[in-house]
């Protein structure tokens, strides 16, 4: 028997394609074209309804952070508002409290000293007398810080 070459099949001829016919890889470029772009556009209009959240975010961690500062500084005062040192400042400025020994001195209003007194008429080389006897200055002061008339000394 002699070994002869085996005839090989005749080799399928490709179809000639008509003009308007795709093929298998186009259409399936095609489809992955069309879900890429509907993904794309999804993904896009997620973004554009998160920016308003982002804002709002950004705004509420601003807003958490002052709060946070406002709580300090509450706490803060509230420690200083417990402590000694606070009531013994509220007994002096508001109370009016003072330690023993010490004395009260309560400013009045009154002139101020922007303000010059007027200056007594006078009539050629008389003055004018009024009849109104004047009190002495410390008198005045006295009035000035004690709501109670000045004492009566007798001088001998």
């Known amino acids: 028997m002699t070994d002869s070459p085996k005839p090989t099949p005749p080799r399928a001829r490709p179809k000639p394609?008509?003009?308007?016919?795709?093929?298998?890889?186009?259409?399936?470029?095609?489809?992955?074209?069309a879900v890429g772009l509907l993904l794309a556009i999804n993904f896009s209009s997620r973004i554009a309804a998160g920016q308003p959240l982002l804002n709002a975010y950004d705004r509420v961690q601003?807003?958490?952070?002052?709060?946070?500062?406002?709580?300090?500084?509450?706490?803060?005062?509230?420690?200083?508002?417990?402590?000694?040192?606070?009531?013994e400042q509220w007994a002096r400025d508001r109370g009016k409290m003072i330690r023993?020994?010490?004395?009260?001195?309560?400013?009045?209003?009154?002139?101020?000293?922007?303000?010059?007194?007027?200056?007594?008429?006078?009539?050629?080389?008389?003055?004018?007398?009024?009849?109104?006897?004047e009190p002495?200055?410390?008198?005045?002061?006295?009035?000035?810080?004690?709501d109670s008339p000045p004492p009566q000394w007798d001088v001998p």
Do not use: C, K
């Open 100 to 133: 023993p020994g010490e004395r009260l001195v309560v400013p009045v209003p009154g002139l101020s000293a922007e303000i010059t007194p007027t200056p007594t008429p006078s009539v050629g080389n008389v003055a004018f007398q009024s009849g109104i006897e």
């Open 17 to 33: 394609r008509q003009a308007g016919q795709l093929s298998g890889i186009q259409i399936m470029f095609a489809v992955i074209l």
């Open 62 to 87: 601003v807003e958490i952070q002052r709060l946070q500062t406002e709580q300090a500084n509450l706490r803060t005062e509230r420690d200083y508002v417990e402590s000694d040192a606070y009531v």
């Open 136 to 146: 002495e200055p410390w008198h005045l002061w006295w009035a000035l810080f004690f």
